[in-house]
């Protein structure tokens, strides 16, 4: 039986020779004496699905309205193509915009709706109908076509609205906070969707959430932000496992962060004493840390084992008192007071049908990691 091709990695950011759809070249934005976006350089590449994650007021909005037209650089360029798109107004440009109140005509029907656009624009009629019904088919809404918005769901008023996006064939496709309105479930679904219709037109998404869990199931990049600066870009997998900075991983998931002073490193790890009268927290580092310097270890829940014995081949112990458990289903989490009352959170899969009984509140623990689950964090 044949094998199947392996599927190429998707990552053109790593290919010298790639050139990027949008350049952020320098790009300032302020408004009066107020930066929303400051000295920001910035690459995105064609079929990419870029997320802008960061809380309200960090500039990603402010930057999704600067690729749309509605707001000019007040220093430096953004290129589209190559090009230089602050001269060309928002209707001219190869982009789009998606809003999270999808904006569609309640009077016109969905079919209505998705070729809206196309008829006012350059699109020869005869050809119009064929692309609202392949649009029709790509959010797989060909039995509602006849429909108005309000005769449809949540998820399908986001669909209609996608596909009215898409209609143009926009070589970049901007959606803002696209899934706010909808409920979680519907959420989550939707998301797998957004990345499969995303796929099959190979068009490039660019999102703005401050959903940390959306931005790191749909997106190929996430680009972190915080007040009109990139903290880091890079892929879902690496900014939750080596986040560059405290901020970053603090903001990504669930983290435990345990403040100490750091020894010089040895052999590529470094010993950090956290707690009077504790053994040291013994980790894995590709920095040079000078003797003494404040540092973070970072560690994700799931990446501490609890248990009532203590461990004997763990590179890291810690002895602590059971402060609250939380029961979610598939996992619980377990919050741990250990020495000078720091609470480290711990989870646990629940694998089996009835959930860990053998350790409960109030109840001596041992918490144990090794020296490469962690990282060390200097700023």
Known sequence: MAQPANRPVFAPWTDPNEKPLIQFKNVTKKFGEFVAIDDMTLDIYRREFFALLGPSGCGKTTLMRMLAGFEAPSEGKILLDGVDIAPIPPNKRATNMMFQSYALFPHLSVWDNIAFGLHRSDMPKDQISARVE???????????????????????????????????????????????????????????????????????????????????????????????????????????????????????????????????????????????????????????????????????PEKVAISVDKPKDRANVLEGTVSDIAYLGNISTYKVEVAGGQMIKTQVANDRRIARRDITWDDKVWLSFTDTAGVVLTS
Do not use: C
């Open 134 to 300: 392949e649009m029709l088919r790509l959010v797989k809404l060909e039995k509602f076509a006849k429909r108005k918005p309000h005769q449809i769901s949540g998820g399908q008023r986001q669909r209609v609205a996608l596909a009215r996006s898409l209609a143009k064939a926009p070589k970049l496709l901007l959606l803002d906070e696209p899934l706010g309105a909808l409920d979680k479930k519907l959420r989550q679904d939707t998301q797998f969707e957004l990345m499969d219709i995303q796929e099959k037109t190979g068009t490039t998404f660019v999102i703005v959430t401050h959903d940390q869990e959306e931005a790191m199931t749909v997106a190929s990049r996430v680009a972190v932000m915080d007040h009109g600066k990139m903290i880091q870009v890079d892929t879902p997998d690496r900014i939750y496992e080596t986040p560059n900075s405290v901020y970053v991983a603090d903001f990504i998931g669930d983290v435990n962060l345990i403040e100490g002073k750091a020894s010089a490193p040895k052999d590529g790890k470094v010993s950090i004493a956290w707690a009077e009268g504790q053994p040291e927290i013994v980790a894995e580092t590709g920095e040079t840390i000078a003797p003494g310097t404040t540092v973070h270890f970072a560690i994700r």
